[in-house]
Structures are given as structure tokens and as C-alpha cells.
T-cell receptor
Framework: NAGVTQTPKFRILKIGQSMTLQCTQD?????MYWYRQDPGMGLKLIYY???????DKGEVPNGYNVSRSTTEDFPLRLELAAPSQTSVYFC???????????????FGDGTRLSIL | AQSVTQLGSHVSVSEGALVLLRCNYS??????LFWYVQYPNQGLQLLLK??????LVKGINGFEAEFKKSETSFHLTKPSAHMSDAAEYFC??????????????FGAGTTVTVRA
């Protein structure tokens, strides 16, 4: 069982370039999330999705876009890369929180992105 | 809105000594609380979760955490540290209340180093 798979693992971009970070999960989770992790800051939610065709903004959505055409895939798009987007990006998935927020999130291994 | 404070960004312990990581939360409703561990160059893995069934929660790798409502705390402990416990640990809280039941707020993290 692969869980949450992210590609690529590492990438260096030039300012102004665009790229898509891929995320796929095989657990049939309906909720998916994108976070960025910066040193000493914990994880900040960029976007999330509650199911195919439904996405919404998190805490730090500026400069990013997402789509969710299938249950399995939740790609994150950077349109015009900026140095402030240098970070480690994590994709996660979970079952619906249901009647409470007790469903743990399952994380991929991350994409380490540098913008130069 | 919920939030999490982890006291101490770095903790150093000797092998065999007690590991104590502190987490305090704020939430307007009874929370769901989680501890995650992140090993170098990996994603976050769930250590344990509190969902109101019992105040003392046992997790993987010999870790446990105690929920204390009066102190709004959820501290993580392990009686005897092992070299393999060297990692970053994150406390997270969800209030489980719609429409924000998806939202998991993370602390800034505590890095644990284990001395031989």
C-alpha cells in the first residue's frame, strides 16, 4: 500500500517559472490537503479538497492553484515562482472528519522546492 | 479558532532518559489532539491521537500523552529515549466543528536530539 505519493522529491526553479507538484493517494480518502513547511513555523495549509471537483483555500493560498478531477489526485500548481515560495511542500489525505475531527491525516514524503 | 503552542523548539536528552515534549492548546470546544513525528527527509507520521475516549493515550514506539483539560495541555512522554527517537515532533489540534472540521492547526515543532 503506497499511501500518499508526491513527485518530484526535489526541484530547483528560476524566478518566474511555473511547475506542478503531483500528489496521488491510494487509500480512497475523500479529503486531501496541501501544506508548506518552513523552518520554525510548523505546517501552513495552502489548499484543501473535500472531494473530486471541490477545492477551497487554506491559510496561505496566494501564488498557488489546485484542481481535483479524481479522488486519487490533487496537483498543486505554482504559476510564477517567487523566492518566497522556497519551502518543503507536503500533501496529505484523510477520511472525512465525519461527526468530529478525529480522522488523522496521512502525509507524503514531501517535495523540497528552491526558487532561485 | 484553535491554536497550539509547543514549549521548546529543541530538546536534548541522553539515551535512556525521559523524553518530555510540551504542548498547550486553545480551543473553544473539546478538541481532537494529535502528535506527529517527522524523521529527516520524510513526511509526518501519526504517533497518537486523543479523541475523548481516555485521557491517557498510548501511541507507537513507546510514546504516550496525557490530556489535561484543566491545564489545556497534551504533553508527550517516553520513559526511556532511544537513538532512533531523534526527530521533529509536532502537536496538532482540530476542533472538529463544521465547517472547519477539516482544519488541523500545528505547533511550530520540537526537535529532539538523543545523546549517546
Amino acid at each position: 500500500n503506497a499511501g500518499v505519493t508526491q513527485t518530484p522529491k526535489f526541484r530547483i526553479l528560476k524566478i518566474g517559472q511555473s511547475m506542478t507538484l503531483q500528489c496521488t493517494q491510494d487509500m480512497n480518502h475523500n479529503y486531501m490537503y496541501w501544506y508548506r513547511q518552513d523552518p520554525g513555523m510548523g505546517l501552513k495549509l495552502i489548499y484543501y479538497s473535500v472531494g473530486a471537483g471541490i477545492t477551497d483555500k487554506g491559510e496561505v493560498p496566494n501564488g498557488y492553484n489546485v484542481s481535483r478531477s479524481t479522488t486519487e489526485d490533487f496537483p498543486l500548481r505554482l504559476e510564477l515562482a517567487a523566492p518566497s515560495q522556497t519551502s518543503v511542500y507536503f500533501c496529505a489525505s484523510s477520511y472525512s472528519p465525519g461527526t468530529g475531527g478525529d480522522q488523522p491525516q496521512h502525509f507524503g514524503d514531501g517535495t523540497r522546492l528552491s526558487i532561485l | 479558532a484553535q491554536s497550539v503552542t509547543q514549549l521548546g523548539s529543541h530538546v536534548s536528552v541522553s539515551e535512556g532518559a525521559l523524553v518530555l515534549l510540551r504542548c498547550n492548546y486553545s480551543s473553544s470546544v473539546p478538541p481532537y489532539l494529535f502528535w506527529y513525528v517527522q524523521y529527516p527527509n520524510q513526511g509526518l507520521q501519526l504517533l497518537l491521537k486523543y479523541t475523548s475516549a481516555a485521557t491517557l493515550v498510548k501511541g507507537i514506539n513507546g510514546f504516550e500523552a496525557e490530556f489535561k483539560k484543566s491545564e489545556t495541555s497534551f504533553h508527550l512522554t517516553k520513559p526511556s529515549a532511544h537513538m532512533s527517537d531523534a526527530a521533529e515532533y509536532f502537536c496538532a489540534v482540530s476542533d472538529g466543528v463544521k465547517p472547519n472540521d477539516y482544519k488541523l492547526s500545528f505547533g511550530a515543532g520540537t526537535t529532539v536530539t538523543v545523546r549517546a
